[in-house]
Structures are given as structure tokens and as C-alpha cells.
């Protein structure tokens, strides 16, 4: 039977208990938390709202085996777990009665990084997370921080260490949210505090403004000494508003303490305007004008202007109908679907009677833990957590907290007002509107003024004509991905004024643009297959009819719009299945959280971001992160966007990112060559495309594409230089990139890439070269293999017969008709090529006489000429013309009479 290590605190555990199960189990890899019987009340409200966040288990869920060793933390008591016998060994991370002695065999924990009489037992193991540099999610560091802050009084304690600050501190930068730390913290009163706390409270006025719930106490306590900012968290505790003022009379002074839970409701700006001071939400103020029921009025006046609508369920949950199961599905089915479309519950619709009634939900864990029983074939709800909870989209999330605390659901569906599912919130969702008041987060970005600056007035407005149009259909639309991360970088100008932009529509594409081109002209091109649908706005046959599109000299050609849809992989590297889905499933289907992001465009909402991924946190670190383990597997091509990205940014691969993107190099051989080609000549087009390809080949994925493929110094510095050349103003370079012919640098980029792979053997034939028969040299493998472009294939068969020739270029005695002859059957694109990566002095002067001067030498003598001297037309003329362009290059002869008389000569042999 196997052997475990199990992590054990005592019972009627407090916060410090969890947090140091959780913080043992990040230190110790393979042992398992295992959670008391008895648990605090708030403890418990935590733990129901984001348990499966973290890997505790419950006593009962203890896999068989043995316990060979258990840790426990935070105390040195403990219920046995199943497992458990005479030869567990323990070990003790505890830091009350650090001078007891400990039962025999039992030994304390070594690694503490000093003496273990600290304000909180998660301070011993917050400090070793630190000197192992872990990362910590939000989740995991704010559990940890209400481990510190609930036993040490908020770190005011008198058994608190600096220890424990400096813990609490780093838990702050690792993400740990306050506002969280003070929903589940609970402070003592004072008697005073007491007395004054309960006539406040009877006294306690109740109001809704702007649909936040608001609480003013009021009351006269000349004598009271006391602190009343503590009054304040009690009122809030017990009636739980968005808001609360405390105003009391103090005889030579009124005082005002404010908290609110949101930025909706601006203490602080209250606080200022009666002469006071804080912030969003904790202010306060001493008024010595006016008595208390003036100051209350006062209160309200400003609250009214100060105050803003909430935020709803509406804001942060996943829109569109979820996948439903019925009662009488089978489980495997069930659990089939939750790994297809990666949701961790789904409602359970029994629609018997003709109408839809939820009776329950199932969970991934409820569906796996049948499974693990072999009941996978028994019904949905025999396994399923019955009952018919759901939400109203306006609902606040205050009201969808306690819905979850009470339910113990951590997916709620959204009903309209006929009891219609149309979307679900959960418990993912709270997590990320938590990360919005992370530190990362705390300043906002102003999207409505970037994206006013970066747009011009024609493409504001259509965007704002689009919100609109969908907004009266009962839809929603947004513009995601790459366009809103380079606006929030600051680089969506260089975009050269084009409307390039993905706009994602929760609800039917189609017919909203069609409604659109209704209202205001252009031509609709649908694809009913994809859901998608381009409104053409540059047609002549099928004008725009809006006065102020007409006008407008900056409309773009067309917008794309494409429905909101999710997709899943049936093999590795494979395209994958498209269905329907919410904006949020839309951009999880996205490669990394950095393209992730979403500006709402409907006017209730309009310039909100959208982040449930944590892309901005990324976007700031410069971090490029996958969204899940398997996306390097589902699709290898993002290995090359991964580099792109990182080079182009100037990012850095995340580390968990990058060990994915190392394991999946090999699936880099299953992508087509299509694909493979296609990222590559993306990555060609970066300003500076030779550091992600040196990147490409320090991963070893150049090798996986081409075994022969390399990078090294050298190559580096021929795409700078032939950057440079690109803008240089000789013959060459003219003739290379601007003259009627020129090639892209792109194509050249490729030719840099190949030409060491080119044979230097065997030329092409006249037949390839002239393109009237296909290539069939040895290069065809390497062409293949990247299939490329029509275009870039004729330009490696011009490259491959320079190479060929290039020793008869490099010979002092070759003729300089000999290498006209050569040049000619090669483009002025390839010439520049030969001349950045041969070190040559005669080539590189042979080449330059060519453009210059050998290029433009021509008989005067034509073919007209030599029939009047008598000469019947045929093959032969192009082999005299050829010969006296050989003589003039040569020297043979001069310009003039020269010709002609040896042309006569010709003529006569």
C-alpha cells in the first residue's frame, strides 16, 4: 500500500490554521492537507466561497494507505486521519509553547528561519516562501495574509514581530486583497464602544442611492473618549451596506468616520468636502459648524453626488445560455462535456413539463468522485447538488456572495425575468473582480480616453454605432485580442490609421450587422459556417447612406465581426472544433492572457475591461503566459507566437510557460507546413525578426522545422545589414527593393535563412529558371518542407544559381561576359543577397560594375539593322546580337563601325 504525508492542524480551526495548511502544503510538494472537523464561522464562509482553489481534503476523502509521517501546524494537538498508526512519525511547525518539551519521537521543524515565537504561525512558513522565491496566486496570498492579520489583531497585537509585517508585506506584493481580509476579519469593542455601538445602531437611518445601500448613525455622545472608527466595522458587520457613515456629536465637535466596500460609494471625497481626508473608502472628518442634523444632511447631499451605480452580476458573468444537462443524463456524459468545454459545473434542467426548472447542479469534483466509483453510468441527479438557486443579472455582489455562502454553489445560473437561464456567475468570477483592487490592478486603465486618442472620429463612432445596434438587440460586443493590447501599450497608433481589430459579438454576428447595414448602408459578406460577417463600407455598388459616414474621409474598408464561440481539440497540434460560447469562453480559446483582454462597446458599459485571465497583470510584468498546461499541445504554432511576442515586446516567457513550451518542442513536427510557414513569415515581418529567430534556434525548435536550420552572430548581422541596405540609395538597393520588380525584405529574410541550405553544385535549368517547367532540384525538401510561396520559391532557384556559379564569379579570369551572362539570369534582389553573405572583394566589385555599367551595355546594331545587311531573320540573329554584346563587354571591340564589321564577319562564317 502506498505511504502518505498528511499536513494536520487542530480543531475549531481559525484562519492561522488554515494558512499554515495551506502554507506547509506549497513547502512540502506530495503532502496532503487535511482540514479539522470544526472549522470558524468565518473560516467556513471562506473556505465555501474558494475551497477548491486550494488542495485541502476532507478527513473522509483520505485515499488508503499509510501515514508515515505527519506535519503539524499550528498546533500539537490533533484528530488522527485515517492511515495513521503507532509508527507515524511527527514533525511540529508550531509557534505556541515554543519551550515545551515534545513528546518522545516527535521532532520540531528545522527550516524555520529563526525562533519560533512569532505574532502568527504562517509567518514561520510565509518567510521560507519567500527565501524560496515561490509565486503565489491572489488567492493563495490573501489566505495566508488573514492567517497573519487574524492573529495578530491586524498586525497591532503586542505578540506581533516585525517578522510578521515583513511577512504581511511581501503577501501584499504577491497579490493578497485587503478588501477580503477585512470581509472575514472580526475586532473587539469596548464597552463604551459597546454602549455607543447600540444606540447608533438603534438610531441607524437606511437608504438606497444610486442602488448602493447606504447607512448613516448618528447620535450625541459628548462624553465618549473612545475610538469610533471601530464603531464603523461593527455597524458595517451588522447590516452589511455598500456604505456607512458614523456621525456623532462630541460636544465641541462633530465627528464623521465613513467606510464603504466599493468605489462606487467615495467616502473620501465626502470626507473632503467636510473639511476631512481619506480615501475611496475609509475616510474621516472633525466639523465644528453646524449641529449633528445638519452635518447628517450635509452627509447625504454629498453622498448623492458622490455616490455611482454598483457593480452587478451583469458586469461579471459569462453571458449566453451554458451548457445544460437533464436529470437523467449519465454521468460519463456529463463529465465527457466538462472536459470538452473546460466548466467546472453545469446546470441541471428537467424541461418534462415544458418549462425550464433548474433542479440542480453538478460539479466536475461530484462527477469525477462517481466516476472514480465506477457510478459513471448512474444519472445526473443521483450524483448532482439539487435545488433551484439562481440570481438576477442586477443582483450585487454583495447578494451573490451570500447566495454562495449559503448555497455552497460556486456556479449560480443567471435567470431573466421569465426564469430563463441566460448566463452563470461563479465562484472564478469573484476571484477576478477581487484582482481589479489587487496591487497590480489599483490603477485602472482610462480606456474610453485611449481609445479616443488612438482613434480617429469616424472609427470612435462606428464603434459606438456598433454598441448601440447591439445594445437595442438585447446583445453585447466587445473588441478584443491583439488591438487592446497594443492600446494598452501604447502602440495601436503604429497600426498606419487601419480599423484593424477583432470585434466579438455575444449573440448573432449576422444579424447584427445586417440590422447595422439596414440602418446606415454598405454591403454585408456573411459566413454562416463560422458565425462570422464583414461589413463592407468602400463599396460603389452598395454606398454607406449615414450622412456622416458619407462625409467621412477616414472610413475604414470594411469591420469584422465574429459571434462569441469556444472551441476544443480532439488530438494534439490539430485545427480545432468551434461552437457558440460566451465572450468569456471566447477568450480563454485565446493562446495567451495578454491577448485575453476585451473594452466593452455597449453604452451601459461602454471602455470597461474585460480581464478574467489576469492579462493586465501580465501585460505590466511583461509576461507571456499560456492560459492552461495543454496549450502548446492543442496547438504547436504557438511556440512561435510565444517568441514573437517575447522579442517583439521585449517579455520573457513565463517560467511554468516556457517548461510547457520545452516539453511540446517535438509537436512542432506534427503542424503542417502551411502553418509552420505562415508564423514564420509573421516573425519575418518584426522590425527586428533576427532575435526571435536566435531565440528559435537557443529551444531548438529551428532544428525540429529544418535539421540543417541555424543561428548564429554571422546571421544576425546580415539581417541588420540587409535592414540597413533596405534603406540605403545605391544602384543596388534601388534596383533590389524600390525599382519595378523589387522584392519585400521579407522574401529576403527567407533567402538568408535558406541559402546556406542551397546546394552550390548544381544550378537550376534555364527551364526552371524561365519557370516553364517545375523546380526539380535538390532543394525541393527544403521548399517543401516550409512550403513556400510561388513568389519566394523562384527567388531560392535564383539564389541556387548564383551559388552555383559563384565560382566562376570568384575567377580573376573569367570574362566579364561571361558573368553578365550569369547576372542576367538572376534579379537585382538576389544580386544584393550574394553580395551580404559572400565576403568577396571581386564578386562585390563584379557585382557593382554590373549594375553600373556592364547591365546597360547593348549592341547598337538590332535586329533591323541586320537585315539590312542582308541577313534572313531567324535564330541566328540572337546569337550575332549575343556575340557583339560579348565583344563590347570584353573589349573585343568598340561601338560603331567595329560592330559592323563583325557582324560582316559573322555573316561570313
Known sequence: M??????LTHEHADFDALASLLGAALLFPGAIPVLPRTINRNGRAFLSLYKNQFPFIEPKEMPRGEVDLAILVDTRSFNSVKGMDKQTQFRVIDHHSVDDPLPDGWRCWEDALGPMNVGANTTLLVEKLMVQHQDLNPIEATLLALGIYEDTGSLIYKSTTHRDLRGAAWLLEQGANLEVLNRFMNYPLSEDQLTLSQRLADASEHLEIAGQSIVIAAAHAPDFKDELSALAHKLREIYDPDGIFVIVDLGDRIQVVARSTTDAVNVGKVAEELGGGGHNRAAAALVREGDLDEVRQRVVSLLRKYT??????????????????????????????????????FPVVDEESGKEELVGILTRREADRAIDHKLGSRPVHKVMSAGNITIRPDASIDELHRLMIESGWGQIPVVDDAGKII???????????????????EQLPDVTRQ???????????????AGETASDMGYSVYVVGGFVRDLLLDRAKERNGVLDMDIVVEGDAIALIETMRQQYGGRV??????????????????PVHADFLQKATDLPAHLDFVTARTEFYTEPTVLPTVAQGSIKLDLHRRDFTINTLAIVLTPDRWGDLLDFYGGLSDLRRGLIRVLHSLSFVDDATRILRAVRYEQRFGFTIEPRSMELLRDAVELIDRVSPARIRHELERMLQE??????????????????????????????????ALRARSQADDPLARAAFHAEGGEPIVRLYWGL??????????????????????????????????MLRGATQRFMRKLRHLKAHLPELRDPSTRPSRIVVILDRATPAALLLISLVEDDPLLHERLRRYIETWQQIRPSLDGHALRRLGLRPGPVYGEILSRLRAALLDGEIQPGEEERELVERLMGS
Open 2 to 7: 502506498p505511504n502518505y504525508t498528511v499536513i
Open 308 to 345: 455611482h451605480p454598483a457593480t452587478t452580476v451583469r458586469q461579471i458573468m459569462s453571458r449566453g445560455r451554458p451548457q445544460l444537462l437533464t436529470p437523467d443524463m449519465a454521468v460519463d456524459e456529463a463529465a465527457q462535456r466538462m472536459r470538452r468545454w473546460g466548466h467546472e459545473g
Open 423 to 441: 448566463g452563470i456567475v461563479t465562484r472564478t468570477d469573484l476571484i477576478k473582480l477581487w484582482a481589479e483592487v489587487g496591487p497590480i490592478s
Open 451 to 465: 481609445l479616443s486618442e488612438t482613434l480617429s472620429a469616424t472609427q470612435y463612432q462606428l464603434l459606438q454605432m
Open 525 to 542: 459578406v456573411p459566413h454562416h459556417r463560422f458565425g462570422t460577417a464583414k461589413w463592407i463600407l468602400d463599396d460603389p455598388d452598395a
Open 687 to 720: 522590425e527586428e525578426p533576427e532575435k526571435a529567430m536566435r531565440r528559435l534556434h537557443d529551444l531548438g525548435v529551428l532544428r525540429t522545422i529544418q535539421p540543417q536550420w541555424g543561428v548564429d552572430e554571422t546571421l544576425n548581422a546580415q539581417f541588420a
Open 753 to 786: 535563412l535558406v541559402y546556406p541550405l542551397l546546394p552550390a553544385t548544381q544550378p537550376p535549368t534555364n527551364e526552371e529558371l524561365d519557370e516553364s517547367q517545375p523546380p526539380g532540384g535538390p532543394d525541393d525538401e527544403i521548399i517543401g518542407r516550409l
